[in-house]
């Protein structure tokens, strides 16, 4: 991609610009304050992490919160979105409230606003605690009403500083990683037997919203994937199974919580009672947050079928299969760079739910791209902010933007092999040194809050 030449149009006052982070990716100290392990700490010392990197050092955000703030502090960024560890809050998953876990939280918050920074707090960022993991995780009713103990025991503590929430993160990802195809923890391959999780996790964040606003939140959201998905052939089957992969990864999450319903046909999937969940699934929102890397292409399955994408092996009996964006441009994790496709997401969701969307912030877009002098990641990050201005002169409403990240961070099970931050991490000493995206962030908001008086 083109280094950018002229400077991006401005985006309206009070236009929040931000960065983020994850808890299990960045913060180490697995066994500081108190804190119990998670399922993903099991799944990393069982040898899932690709590269071996120490998911348990991370990259020691923990101890050195002080410099990462002052990092986001010189990029004139708005707000941080940082992930609370339920295992550092509740080590058990349930039971006593660990004081020493919130302790750190507490700290970090005063820190951000001390700076002038807004913290924006994620409370489930799939550290799930390692004796719910146990007993069934996300399979089981019990751990989404754990949780909405566990975020009110978070809201009673940080909603005297805290002004923005987001409940749970992608749970189309822990659903389809973690429970179906079993490349992430909890590494259960049950396939679409799986969807019994991804039920509970928006239970999880429709409990936690009722949480937080008895707590005294009044600006809550989530995170939410979201890709288009692309036909890959004109034959009806292509269709069907584009329709269907559009379904189980877009609208199986968005439908209940812009809706109160699933899509035709799975409600029946789901356990528990359905209807009365739906009521609370579909809290009333302040805002939805979307995650957007690249479109997906799919097709019906081949005899000649891949043997995955980008990183995931796709089992043969599922009903669709993805195929390859034909495009040179791709980041170090092979995803195919297609900025348009913010764009032509966003105005999709405002197609599909009209006024029942709310106001949108785009909570995670970025790139893995190795060294400093890091110009692909610059050329992206321009390219995608143009992209979403263009979704907003078509009348989506978005109200800010998060970088991810900002540091390298142990990316899951590709370990430290991809680097999406801002800022290096040496991960032997775990020295910070700024990349030249970071700089090049920094001018843009600060041209940006030149632009409109800020």
């Known amino acids: 991609m083109p ?9 309206p006052p009070g236009f929040l610009w931000g960065a983020a982070a994850s808890a299990f990716q960045t913060e180490g100290a697995a066994d500081a304050d108190g804190k119990g392990p998670s399922g993903w700490d099991a799944f990393a010392a069982a040898g899932r992490i690709k590269d071996g990197a120490d998911a348990a050092r991370g990259t020691g955000f923990h101890d050195r919160y002080r410099e990462d703030v002052a990092l986001l502090a010189g990029l004139g960024a708005d707000a941080f979105r940082f992930s609370v560890s339920w295992p550092r809050v509740v080590p058990g998953g349930s039971g006593p409230v660990n004081a ?23 409370l489930y960022h799939w550290d799930t605690p390692l004796p719910l993991d146990e007993a069934g995780g996300w399979l089981r009713r019990d751990t989404a009403e754990r949780f909405a103990e566990y975020a009110a025991a978070v809201a009673a503590r940080l909603t005297d500083r805290v002004p923005l929430w987001m409940t749970v993160n992608e749970p189309a990802e822990v659903t389809l990683l973690g429970y179906a195809l079993g490349e992430h923890a909890p590494g259960r391959q049950l396939l679409f037997d799986a969807l019994p999780a991804a039920h509970h996790q928006l239970l999880a964040h429709g409990l936690a919203v009722q949480a937080l606003r008895a707590a005294g939140a009044d600006d809550i959201g989530l995170a939410v994937s979201h890709s288009p998905v ?27 919580l812009l809706t109160g319903a699933y899509p035709d046909g799975f409600a029946g999937l789901m356990p528990g009672p359905v209807a009365d969940d739906l009521a609370v699934i579909a809290q009333p929102l302040n805002f939805y947050g979307v995650n957007y890397y690249h479109p997906m292409l799919v097709g019906a399955p081949a005899p000649d079928a891949l043997d995955g994408f980008a990183g995931v092996g796709m089992p043969a009996e599922l009903p669709f299969e993805l ?9 170090d994790f092979g995803w195919p760079v297609v900025p348009d496709g913010l764009r032509e997401l966003l105005v999709s969701l405002q197609d599909r739910y009209g006024d029942r969307l709310p106001p949108v912030v785009v909570t995670e877009n970025g790139c893995s791209y190795d060294g400093i002098d890091d110009r692909r990641r610059i050329a992206f990050i321009d390219a995608h902010l143009r992209s979403l201005h263009e979704a907003m002169t078509s009348g989506v409403d978005v109200r800010g933007y998060f970088t991810w990240s900002l540091t390298d961070n ?22 910070r040194t700024p990349k030249a995206s970071y700089a090049w962030y920094r001018d843009t908001i600060a041209d940006q809050k030149r632009r409109c008086g800020r």
């Open 410 to 431: 142990i990316e899951w099970v590709e370990g430290a092999s991809q680097r999406f931050g801002l800022v290096h991490v040496d991960y032997a000493t775990l020295r």
């Open 323 to 331: 195929r390859e964006i034909a495009t040179d441009e791709r980041t």
């Open 3 to 11: 280094m950018p030449t002229e400077p991006l149009p401005a985006f």
């Open 230 to 256: 692309w036909t890959a052939g004109e034959s009806d089957e292509d269709r069907f199974a584009a329709e269907l992969y559009d379904t189980v990864t877009n609208r199986l999450f968005a439908d209940p």
């Open 100 to 122: 020493r876990g919130l302790d750190f939280y507490d700290r970090l918050v005063d820190e951000l606003c001390a700076h002038g920074i807004t913290p924006a707090p994620t």
